[in-house]
């Protein structure tokens, strides 16, 4: 329990911290800001992953319920969704496949020549 | 009855996690059941039949969507973690996952642009390949429409999670790491999940994959707000 508060709190002091910047005029999302900072607090040293560990991937496995409000939000977007759902649609579908083919073909090439790593386990995310 | 009670905001944030809670249960029985949806469709027919609105509902459900913000600076363990994991691939990955968050921007916003949708939706349509929290904020800074933004991001995911593989296998990618970067920067967390049954490597890179993306294209949203300012 104190584990996951500690990891909590670090993850809101970081959260904090990146608004903060971005209040300051930062282009970038607070909570990018925020994901930027700590990664490198980690690479540094500063911060032990295990500190904030079961914070994060509890946060993280439950993400769904978080976004459950605006889903619900789309409720109120019905007229201006079917006035405009050929486009939206349109560029969902084209887009989802560009990506997928940009990055598939593009690692295909690039990744040809550096033999892959022994994997490590990791936890699936929702 | 429910209308008194939707006054205070705790009762939206129990009952959204009560939804949640059945919808996990759920697609632990049916995985094809996506939670995010069987939740929703409850709440916004309760709110129909009850003659709520969602601006009633949603004093409670910013207190959720809030969250978001933390949850996204969570997105540094696993990049973290699979980062260490992969380390030798990791500037070429970099590379991959960069241009594919960059086209992924490009081709939405156009396409949208082009079939004549008004500017907020141009925007709300700009992140779609991201994670949630990460889209919802870029939409944010793009003043577009963060509802619409998540309905494409889920419908992405779901996209990914359902046809990825086929669609790789269609043009010959067989690679693990290459399915797992794909994937992830694609689908994000949904696509993610759909491949740890195939492979440790495919989750792991997807995984690592998704996080990247998501700053990639926050890095570069900054750029398009700039300008556009």
Redesign the interface.
Known sequence: MFDFLRG?VV??A??FG??WLHRWGV??????L???L??FA??TGVLK?RW??S???F??R????????????????GP??SR?A???L???????????????????W???D????????????? | MIRSLLASPAVSVALSIAFYGIALALHRRWRALPPIIVASIPIVALLLITNESYRIYNRGGDLLTWWLGPATVALAVPMYRNGLALRRSLPRLGIIVFCAALVGMITAGVVAWLLGAPRAVVMSAIPKSVTTPIAVEVCQELHGIPQITVGMVILAGILGASLGQLLLRLIRVRDDRAIGAAIGSASHGIGTASLVRHSEMQTSVSSWAMAACGVFTSLLAAILSLYLR
């Open positions: 909590i993850l809101l970081f959260f990146g608004s282009p970038i999302p607070g909570g990018v925020g994901l930027l700590f990664y980690m690479v992953l904030v560990e914070a994060a991937d946060l993280l439950h993400m769904v319920l978080l976004f459950v409000p605006l889903t619900v939000g789309l409720m109120d977007l201006l969704l405009q050929a486009a939206i349109a560029s969902l579908v084209v887009s989802f496949i560009a990506v997928l083919f940009t990055a598939g073909l593009l690692a295909r690039l990744l040809a550096v033999p892959a790593e022994e994997c490590a386990a990791t936890e699936p995310l929702p």
